[in-house]
């Protein structure tokens, strides 16, 4: 079964960082970027930014660098995001989603990751 | 970065309505443009790539159209499940940008 799964809800404090991962079971994992997309509650869906796993190439949103890494773990294809330097207004439903190339399309998703920040 | 807007924001409709989504970029983009249905709480699911192709295992009563910076998502014969927010993404050039949704509602 082709699916992503992702780690479980988090809350942190102003300042501080977290880390979500992004498993991937039932097709290759090198031959698929992985994207992280975010939406903040009653708001839209925000791009984040991809990483290929075949080489660990990123492209991260311009408003985001500097406080963005993705990387992955091709032994247990598994994603990261971590987002360091945390604002009240990086509360969001965070998602991984696997892009396909020859759709030119993020076909499956995983099932989101609840990042609080508060004090 | 392509800016993506859809109209209307929102809409009411009753089981049965066709009803019809409109996605603008600000830019042309070809057909490089990906249409998602989101239920809340959940994740986004592939509804239209390529402006026109139906993804697997959706309903014909979905169906896109347009090319350049003008899209249409139309429903035929709304159905219940069909309730939901929907959004265009733009797959042309990076950033990947998505339009700020459409939430139909039932009437």
């Known amino acids: 079964q082709v699916q992503l799964v992702q780690s479980g809800a988090e809350v942190k404090k102003p300042g501080a960082s977290v880390n979500v991962s992004c498993k991937a079971s039932?097709?290759?994992?090198?031959?698929?970027?992985i994207t992280w997309v975010r939406q903040a509650p009653g708001q839209g869906l925000e791009w984040m930014g991809w990483?290929?796993?075949?080489?660990?190439?990123?492209y991260y949103l311009q408003n985001l660098q500097g406080r963005i890494t993705m990387t992955t773990d091709t032994s247990t294809s598994t994603a990261y995001m971590e987002l360091r330097s945390l604002r009240s207004d990086d509360t969001a439903l965070y998602f991984c989603?696997?892009?396909?190339?020859?759709?030119?399309?993020?076909?499956?998703w995983g099932q989101g990751t609840m990042v609080i920040v508060s004090s | 970065d392509i800016q993506m807007t859809q109209s209307p924001s929102s809409l009411s409709a009753s089981v049965g309505d066709r009803v019809t989504i409109a996605c603008r970029a600000s830019?042309?983009?070809?057909?490089?443009l990906n249409w998602y249905q989101q239920k809340p709480g959940k994740a986004p699911k592939v509804l239209i790539y390529?402006?026109?192709t139906l993804q697997s295992g959706v309903p014909s009563r979905f169906s896109g159209s347009g090319s350049g910076t003008d899209f249409t998502l139309t429903i035929n014969s709304l159905q219940p499940e069909d309730f939901a927010t929907y959004y265009c993404?733009?797959?042309?050039?990076?950033?990947?940008?998505f339009g700020q949704g459409t939430k139909v509602e039932i009437k």
């Open positions: 989603a696997r892009y396909t190339k020859v759709t030119d399309l993020f076909d499956i």
């Open positions: 039932g097709f290759t994992f090198t031959n698929h970027y």
């Open positions: 990483i290929s796993p075949y080489n660990g190439n990123t």
């Open positions: 830019q042309a983009i070809s057909r490089f």
């Open positions: 390529g402006a026109t």
């Open positions: 993404q733009q797959s042309f050039s990076t950033p990947r940008t």
